[in-house]
């Protein structure tokens, strides 16, 4: 857990630190706006509770929807193959930088998950697939297109069973 959050905020941008300080600084602004008005009851705990649900709500939002917008990517999955004399699964597919920004590193996942005949049990699945499988892809230029493949190995399930790719680039 320790090594977790140092990634984490090795991996902060001036970006992150910025909407950090402007969530801190709205949650202040609310909190003696909700004191100003102590005399409004009402009024007051209103703007106390905007101030407590701006610092609990605005940092997660706001950094997920950052990060979608200056890192935006797109994965294709071009082909799965089950190999037949090897536990394992091949996956190819591509990797489109749509940001204006250069990608340093690019985490890969493959998530391999069950399916049912449960459109519920399926969504469920998607949550916790049973194999991961992540490769890095370096220095992807501004617009540049980059085949990859991933292994994912040992691989034993028989019965039906979905791919999903991610990637998170930085």
Same mark, same amino acid.
């Given at each position: ?26 949650f ?51 082909s ?6 090897? *536990? ?18 690019? *985490?890969?996942?493959?998530n ?19 194999q *991961?499988?992540?490769?890095l892809?370096k ?24 791919i ?7």
């Amino acid at each position: 857990m320790k090594e977790n959050i140092t990634a984490f905020i090795n991996g902060l941008i001036p970006y992150d630190y910025a909407l950090f300080g402007g969530v801190f600084l709205l949650f202040i602004i609310f909190i003696i706006i909700g004191l100003m008005l102590r005399h409004k009851i009402i009024l007051s705990l209103l703007f106390i509770l905007l101030a407590f649900t701006t610092l609990l709500v605005g940092p997660t939002v706001g950094y997920i929807k950052m990060h979608e917008y200056l890192y935006k990517n797109s994965l294709t999955l071009t082909s799965q193959k089950h190999l037949q004399f090897s *536990k394992a699964v091949v996956v190819y597919g591509t990797l489109t930088n749509e940001s204006k920004k250069y990608f340093k590193v690019c *985490k890969i996942t493959a998530n391999v998950y069950a399916v049912t005949s449960n459109k519920y049990k399926n969504y469920l699945k998607k949550l916790k697939p049973f194999q *991961k499988m992540s490769i890095l892809e370096k220095d992807i230029a501004v617009g540049e297109i980059r085949k990859f493949k991933i292994i994912v190995e040992p691989f034993t399930y028989n019965r039906d069973y979905n791919i999903s790719l991610g990637a998170d680039c930085k």
